[in-house]
């Protein structure tokens, strides 16, 4: 158990709605990152945090998305105006545990955009 | 070109043999390397970290080639629990991962 929690688990949503997703880990972490899995790839980075600073942005954040870690613990990812290309699996992890380097995911939130 | 290429199989094997699986990648800047396991439907779990100087967890042996640019994973006596993709992953300093799509092994009784 990595000690981070993602809610909720699963989301269907009609095209053209706004989805908001939660990360928390169980103690704080500086780094948190977020990244979005499609089925048959792996996963693909979206944005990353250092406590409450948003120091990166993938290209695939089109502007549709953002993401907020107002206290340097839990984050929050919101799509807007979903489309069926958003249909994937988002995860959260966190890193600086066993290392510089190496990150842990939560369990993820598996979205479906009808 | 997708900066990291992993054979997406399956490697099917039956239970108690050796399977290798590699990766290459095409950024030289890559730093730190890294093989995650996903089982179906679950988030990835990091399995091993890679250095240059190859590493060895039970029944996992992990290599790197800095010169070739490829990692490999190493499984011996291949049990069912096993049964996951395979993904190959990489830090090039930019803080994000990089992952592979992943090489699914099923191993079979």
């Known amino acids: 158990d990595t000690g981070v929690s993602q809610d909720p688990r699963h989301k269907i949503t009609k095209r053209g709605q706004n989805v908001t997703f939660r990360c928390d880990p169980i103690?704080?972490?500086?780094?948190l990152y977020w990244y979005r899995q499609t089925l048959g790839q792996g996963p693909e980075f979206l944005t990353y945090?250092?406590?409450?600073?948003?120091?990166?942005k993938s290209r695939l954040l089109s502007d549709r998305f953002s993401a907020e870690r107002p206290k340097g613990s839990f984050s929050t990812l919101e799509i807007q105006r979903t489309e069926q290309g958003d249909s994937a699996m988002y995860l959260c992890a966190f890193g600086g545990l066993a290392g510089v380097d190496t990150q842990y995911f939560g369990p993820g939130t598996r979205l479906t955009v009808l | 070109r997708k900066e990291v290429e992993q054979d997406p199989g399956p490697f099917n094997v039956p239970e108690g043999a050796t399977v290798a699986f590699n990766c290459t990648y095409s950024?030289?800047?890559?730093?730190?390397f890294f093989w995650y396991r996903q089982d179906c439907r679950k988030e990835p779990k990091l399995l091993m970290s890679?250095?240059?100087s190859g590493n060895e967890d039970g029944r996992f042996t992990a290599q790197l080639n800095r010169a070739s640019q490829y990692i490999s994973l190493l499984i011996r006596d291949s049990k069912l629990s096993d049964s996951a993709t395979y993904l190959c992953?990489?830090?090039?300093?930019?803080?994000?991962?990089?992952f592979g799509s992943g090489t699914r092994l099923q191993v079979q009784p």
């Open positions: 945090f250092q406590n409450e600073a948003q120091l990166e």
């Open positions: 890679v250095y240059s």
């Open positions: 103690s704080e972490h500086n780094r």
């Open positions: 950024n030289s800047a890559s730093q730190s």
């Open positions: 992953v990489m830090d090039t300093g930019r803080r994000a991962l990089t």
